[in-house]
């Protein structure tokens, strides 16, 4: 591992070959939402659409390599690692297998050097680079003073993914969401393959002291799971990946020959036939799917009836088949067990693969009150969005955020990828209704971070919408909660807020207009008379002091409307802003000074995330604190003020009663 320059950055670069004894494993895995119910109707729907590769292998240092490795280990912190894609090596002038971004040029003798895609064809043998991070602390064992074995564990973590070559799998037969390929690759017989055990709902309880349990049985046809084993060269690995990527995972299906013979040919069979005659016709039962392999071709079918020995197909078979070479092997539309899948090469050409699968036998045709493809079976890539709202008077903010792997768009605003994610939407019988916890990681232009340390003046809403991906574009949006940002949590960089639906409403007063002496309305309200910009004034920022959040101005002037005398506390209460879009601030002013030949200091009551320069042109606001003298001499405005200000502070109509609370004593 050596230090290297990576797009202008610091970065280290794994530049030890494996050995490839040990085998060198790689991990392809694709995030997936998956929902069974209780009759095994399932719906999986994709959290991304990109491979996320994890590299496993053992490399042996010698001689100066083992200082290098361990100068560098020391050296790490946070810079990104690099790693080569080992076993898609390509040669001179060659095309990669895999395609990515970035390459490395190496292996020839020569210093290693990157390389972005635009540069293809190379002139020096490379690899496809993996951009990342090193998923555990390496351990050399050492084997004598300058040689050590060290493993090593890598996991990409960057928006750099790789694609292996487009590989096209056979069509076959139709399914419920329309014609599904057929698996291409035949197991690897020295290893046993699991032909497929069958899977029932059927929920057993003891309750009581009875001999007999209690028994539940779910309707649902039987699932079969199966596992099989692979042996592939040359370009087959990065097939099978390929295969998995176009699956998108665990997510589509396909259709699987199961290892498993149904019967045996007991006549040859011509490719104009619509039958075909078997040992042993009742053992096919209602598995009616099956595919004929002579090693050389493999034809699905569906058998549509059975007459003893005779199975009768929807219509000529196409492909002409000897009885002795052939076998009639049953078939399952499947899917991958699992959203991983993992191949190690035991050489640069040679690799083995285990891998599961699973039935899916609801998705063979279409389900009474279901909808393949948008209430059961494969959904569309799915994506959450984060809309966060700050409604400052006069201007909204908006902050826009996914945590899909990469930028979306919807309705002309672009979704940042971003750290975000929440916890369930928890739903109450009580008027609070709705709260989520939403958690991110501090980072410039995040809005959560404005309440660590509190920075908000207004509030802090947020939407959490649920969208379908196609491409770079999110569709289909489905509100999932709309509330208030409240208290937030830091431990260290990272962020917990917790959301509620509806805050704002439950703390306002009720009834709205009360029976008192201050002002029922809001500075700038509708119901107040005023408007907001004919109660502007701009000044020139002479200095800012941190520590005491004074914000020193000169060239006070009222942008519009007659000058008047600004003394002392005249801002208090008010508010000022500066910047615009995702830069703006809006900040309270707690007390004001008197203005001194167009310059005048306003204490903040909260600091800046980024205060203003000096020159920065700032605007704001005075405020009022609701008394009717305030409303006559400072606004003029008495005709509109809210309240009563000759009621008394008591009720005349009562008399207080003052009772002795002594202890009485006998007369």
């Known amino acids: 591992m050596i230090p290297i320059t990576f797009i202008g950055n610091p970065a280290y670069l794994l530049d030890d070959a494996p050995d490839w004894i040990g085998g060198v494993r790689l991990d392809a895995a694709i995030p997936l939402y998956n929902e069974a119910g209780q009759t095994a109707i399932e719906t999986r729907r994709p959290l991304g659409d990109s491979l996320r590769l994890a590299l496993q292998y053992t490399v042996t240092l010698q001689g100066s390599s083992v200082p290098y490795f361990r100068n560098a280990l020391k050296g790490l912190t946070t810079e990104r690692v690099l790693c080569p894609l080992w076993p898609a090596w390509f040669d001179i002038g060659a095309t990669p297998l895999v395609t990515a971004l970035y390459y490395v040029c190496m292996g020839d003798g020569s210093a290693p050097a990157i390389h972005p ?18 998923s555990g602390l390496p351990d050399p064992a050492q084997i004598n003073d300058d040689s050590q074995i060290v493993t090593i564990n890598f996991t990409e973590n960057d928006a750099f993914p790789l694609v292996p070559a487009t590989f096209a799998a056979t069509n076959a037969l139709t399914a419920a969401n329309g014609t599904r390929p057929i698996f291409p690759w035949r197991p690897d017989w020295s290893t046993a393959p699991h032909s497929g055990a069958s899977e029932v709902n059927l929920e057993r309880r003891n309750i009581g002291n009875t001999r007999s349990t209690a028994d539940e049985y779910f309707a649902q046809p039987h699932r079969r799971t199966m596992a099989q084993s692979f042996t592939l060269s040359n370009g087959d690995p990065w097939n099978l990946i390929r295969f998995f990527l176009d699956m998108l995972g665990a997510q589509e299906n396909f259709w699987l020959p199961a290892s498993l013979s149904e019967a045996r040919l007991t006549a040859d069979v011509l490719n104009t036939d619509t039958t075909l005659t078997v040992d042993t016709g009742d053992a096919l ?19 549509t009836g059975i007459a003893g020995a005779v199975w009768t197909l929807p ?9 002795a070479q052939t076998r009639l092997e049953s078939l399952v539309l499947a899917r991958f067990d699992s959203p991983a899948i993992t191949i190690v090469w035991e050489n640069a050409d040679l690799a083995t693969a285990q891998v599961k699968f699973r039935e899916v036998p609801w998705e063979v045709a279409a389900v009474g009150g279901e909808t393949i493809g948008t209430t059961m079976g494969p959904l569309p890539a799915c994506a959450y969005l984060y809309r966060f709202t700050v409604n400052y008077p006069g201007a909204t903010q908006f902050w826009y955020f996914t945590d899909f792997e990469r930028n979306l768009t919807n ?15 928890i739903e109450t019988a009580i008027l609070d209704r709705q709260s989520v916890a939403i958690r991110s ?70 009834p709205r207009r009360l029976l008192q002496t201050g002002c029922n309305w809001v500075l700038f309200e509708p119901a ?14 002479a200095a800012y002091n941190p520590a005491t959040l004074a914000l020193s101005l000169t060239g006070v002037a009222r942008v519009s409307g007659a000058g008047v005398t600004l003394t002392a506390h005249y801002f208090g209460a008010g508010f000022l802003y500066f910047g615009g879009g995702s830069a703006a601030q809006y900040r309270m002013i707690s007390d004001s000074t008197a203005a001194v030949a167009g310059a005048l200091t306003l204490s903040l009551s909260t600091a800046f995330a980024t205060a203003p320069g000096v020159g920065d042109v700032v ?24 309240s009563f200000p000759f009621m008394p502070i008591g009720n005349p109509s009562a008399i207080k009663v003052n009772q002795n609370a002594g202890q009485g004593g006998k007369k």
């Open 315 to 323: 219509g000529a078979i196409g492909t002409a088949f000897t009885a």
């Open 117 to 134: 895609a635009a540069d293809l064809p190379l002139a020096r043998p490379a690899y496809p680079l993996m951009v990342g991070r090193l």
């Open 619 to 642: 605007s704001f606001h005075p405020g009022c604190d609701g008394q009717g003298v305030t409303c006559t001499n400072k606004f003029n405005n008495y005709a509109n003020f809210g």
């Open 528 to 541: 107040c008379g005023l408007l907001l910009a004919d109660w502007k004034w701009q000044g020139t920022v």
């Open 441 to 510: 990681r501090n980072f410039a232009g995040n809005p959560m971070s404005l309440s660590i340390p509190f920075q908000l003046e207004w509030p802090l809403l947020v939407n959490i919408y649920e969208a379908d991906v196609s491409g770079n574009t999110a569709i289909n949006l489905r509100s999932l909660f709309a509330g208030e940002i409240g208290p937030c949590e830091s431990e260290g960089p990272f962020i917990t807020g917790t959301a509620r639906s509806l805050s704002a409403i439950f703390d306002k007063q009720i």
């Open 411 to 425: 309705g002309g605003h672009t979704y940042a990828t971003g750290p975000f994610e929440n916890d369930d939407i």
């Open 285 to 303: 039962s209602v598995n009616s799917f099956i595919v004929l392999d002579d090693l050389s071709n493999r034809v699905p079918v569906k058998v």
